[in-house]
């Protein structure tokens, strides 16, 4: 009998044979006068064949996944261009009916879901807001989402997609499809119920941290028909922060340190802040040098609406509340600024577009546009302040340079260019442009274009 050296290596090492497989081996090796150091032989052929066979499956199984996660990319893009469009209409409607922007355009009202207890204060809350807005929510909501939307072909082609891949056990599947009844997305109709039942379904069958989570939040408030139980709302909410969903841990943090449902313990609480705080800057430093775009203002009703104090008394409103036709007014103003020599306008749109506003999405391209303009008023043909200049200026000088710099160093709006980038930041921190400075601590203690060194980025 001939055998490959790896299969002799691997007899010769003592293959895992099970007890009735030996038995056999016993048998047919009397039986057919074949020597007893055979029966080793044919134990570790059965096992590279049962060990190639279990190769097979799981080939085939990856095969699969793959084919079912292409499938479920294209299903999930088709679906958000599709409520993309749908909130982009809502907000217009909401223009048009002269409604609060911030206010959460909720597909129906959502009391009647929600437990007794919970009930009153939250329809109290309602007509509070009614009452100093001047409009009642419920009416709002109708006049926001009357008539039921038309999903066109292709909507309604991926949603039962989505479904049959969903019934196939896909976990990202499984998952959307719950959040679309929980949220109402698509043009479907919000099921609390029917959402507790599929994250319920979801934790048990693949354990995903999500469902989880979202089955810590039903028993914790008792949504949708599900029961109210604090224990298997810290037990779900437990699960999910210790497989790191942010959000869990965050909700345990905050358990754990006030002593809502568990014994207060602050050395407990940092353990799950910790955790959060973990992820968070992991998945922020895994981004461009300097770390990814932190996320902008969320607003908030008080900032349109004013707090229990009246009207723009929240904590941001007085320099954050400002409507899209005053927006759009300051905008244009800025930019008749710039076209006639304003370097400061020039700027302000620059950082504005850089940025991003709650009213307008970030645009890097703009922006690196409108900040080489400001620079080529500024500096020189070989990269020299002009004489010229006020102190103001001079100020404005620094902020475009150095924005200009992290620009080029993070290949945001323009071509990365690290050589370039440092020639802009030098001269930014030079002018006490403080993001300027930090950039360029950055570039030594990591050491592009210049020397690695940690004292140099500490004494910047």
Same mark, same amino acid.
């Given at each position: 009998m001939r055998l490959t050296a790896g299969l002799l290596l691997w007899a010769a090492a003592g293959s895992i044979v099970r007890a009735e497989d030996k038995a056999t081996l016993a048998r047919a090796s009397t039986d057919l006068a074949v020597p007893p150091s055979a029966s080793v032989i044919l134990a570790a052929h059965t096992d590279e064949q049962r060990f190639s066979g279990f190769l097979e499956d799981q080939m085939e199984i990856d095969s699969r996944r793959q084919a079912q996660a292409k499938e479920y990319e294209e299903i999930h893009s088709i679906?958000?261009?599709?409520?993309?469009?749908?909130?982009?209409?809502?907000?217009?409607?909401?223009?048009?009916?002269?409604?609060?922007?911030?206010?959460?355009?909720?597909?129906?009202?959502?009391?009647?879901?929600?437990?007794?207890?919970?009930?009153?204060?939250?329809?109290?809350?309602?007509?509070?807001?009614?009452g100093v807005l001047g409009w009642t929510p419920h009416s709002a909501y109708i006049r926001v989402t009357a008539g039921p939307r038309k999903q066109p072909e292709k909507v309604r082609s991926a949603l039962e997609r989505l479904e049959k891949l969903a019934d196939d056990g896909f976990e990202r599947a499984m998952v959307l499809r719950a959040e679309m009844k929980m949220y109402g997305r698509y043009s479907t109709p919000m099921d609390l119920g029917s959402a507790f039942e599929e994250y319920q379904a979801i934790s048990e069958k693949t354990g995903n941290a999500q469902a989880q989570y979202m089955l810590g939040f039903f028993y914790?408030?008792?949504?949708?028909?599900?029961?109210?139980?604090?224990?298997?709302?810290?037990?779900?909410?437990s699960l999910a922060a210790l497989q790191g969903h942010i959000a869990a841990g965050m909700v345990m943090g905050f358990?754990?340190?006030?002593?809502?449902?568990?014994? *207060? /313990?602050?050395?407990?609480?940092?353990?799950?802040?910790?955790?959060?705080?973990? %992820?968070?800057?992991?998945?922020? $430093?895994?981004?461009?040098?300097?770390?990814r775009t932190m996320p902008g203002y969320r607003m908030r009703l008080s900032d349109d609406a004013g707090s229990a104090y009246g009207v723009k008394t929240g904590p941001y409103s007085l320099y954050r509340a400002t409507g899209r036709e005053e927006f759009g007014g300051l905008v244009e103003y800025y930019r008749f600024s710039a076209q006639k020599g304003s370097l400061k306008a020039g700027m302000?749109? *620059? /950082?504005?577009?850089?940025?991003?506003?709650?009213?307008?999405?970030?645009?890097? %391209?703009?922006?690196?546009?409108? $900040?080489?303009?400001?620079?080529?008023?500024i500096f020189t043909a070989d990269g020299k302040l002009r004489l010229d200049l006020t102190q103001a200026e001079v100020n404005v000088a620094g902020n475009a340079a150095g924005l200009y710099g992290i620009m080029l160093l993070r290949g945001e709006g323009v071509e990365e260019d690290t050589r370039l980038a440092a020639k802009w930041l030098e001269i930014g921190a030079g002018l006490g442009h403080g993001a300027a400075t930090n950039a360029l601590g950055y570039m030594y203690q990591h050491g592009i274009e210049v020397a690695a060194s940690s004292e140099d980025a500490i004494e910047l």
């Open positions: 679906l958000h261009d599709y409520q993309t469009k749908i909130e982009k209409k809502d907000e217009q409607l909401l223009l048009q009916q002269k409604l609060p922007e911030s206010i959460l355009k909720i597909r129906r009202d959502v009391s009647q879901d929600l437990p007794e207890p919970i009930k009153t204060p939250f329809r109290a809350m309602q007509q509070l807001i009614g914790s408030t008792g949504v949708g028909g599900a029961p109210q139980k604090n224990s298997l709302a810290l037990l779900y909410t358990r754990t340190k006030m002593g809502a449902g568990v014994p *207060a /313990d602050c050395a407990e609480a940092v353990e799950y802040y910790r955790l959060v705080a973990r %992820t968070a800057i992991d998945y922020y $430093v895994s981004g461009p040098p300097l770390g302000a749109l *620059a /950082d504005l577009y850089y940025s991003g506003h709650e009213h307008m999405p970030r645009n890097l %391209t703009m922006s690196a546009r409108h $900040v080489r303009n400001v620079l080529s008023h």
